[in-house]
């Protein structure tokens, strides 16, 4: 069972994210704490390629949904929480729907949200559907886009999933 079968996005974006991710722990640490922004349309791959990157680099991976946190909930603690729970683990970092805090009255949030990435989290990924270049980019950062995939890879990745269900 070949987990790079499962990733979605193309190969390029896949081989250019765990080259970087490899590079940045080749000693077991990274320094540097990169982040990596991934943009597209849902579906087509990125949370894949955050669990493959944290395998690769053996440390668990967790998620948090932007859209599915609490109305009630002080975001910008929040968010700092979670960059400090990331160091704590340690973990790799995946934020989903990151779209989310690039409105201008969650400014505050994504301030915090970056700080605490830049401070506690081994690796962090951003996940959203649009492109984001940050006004003070972290030390480390790559915005790549995962475009949808064609026809026949969709084909192809189906027929492998399948088949590893037991269907022909």
């Keep these: 069972n070949d987990p790079v079968s499962l990733i979605t996005a193309p190969s390029e974006v896949r081989d250019q994210t765990i080259k970087l991710v490899e590079e940045c722990f080749a000693d077991g640490d990274a320094p540097l704490r990169p982040v990596i922004h991934l943009y597209g ?26 859209k599915r946190m609490p109305a009630d909930l002080n975001g910008p603690e929040a ?30 949030e994504l301030a915090s949200l970056l700080a605490a990435v830049e401070s506690f989290s081994p690796l962090t990924f951003f996940s959203g559907s649009q492109r ?18 064609n026809s026949t890879s969709r ?4 027929r492998k999933h399948l088949q590893e269900v037991g269907f022909d």
């Design 132 to 149: 984001w270049i940050p006004d003070t980019p972290p030390q480390l950062f790559l915005s790549l886009v995962c475009p949808a995939p």
């Design 41 to 66: 349309r849902p579906g087509t791959g990125k949370r894949s390629l955050a669990a493959y990157a944290s395998r690769r680099i053996g440390l668990p991976l967790l998620i948090a949904n932007v």
């Design 79 to 108: 968010f700092w929480r979670l960059g400090r729970e990331s160091m704590l683990l340690p973990a790799v970092l995946l934020i989903e729907n990151f779209d989310s805090l690039s409105v201008e009255n969650r400014s505050p």
């Design 155 to 158: 084909m192809n990745y189906w």
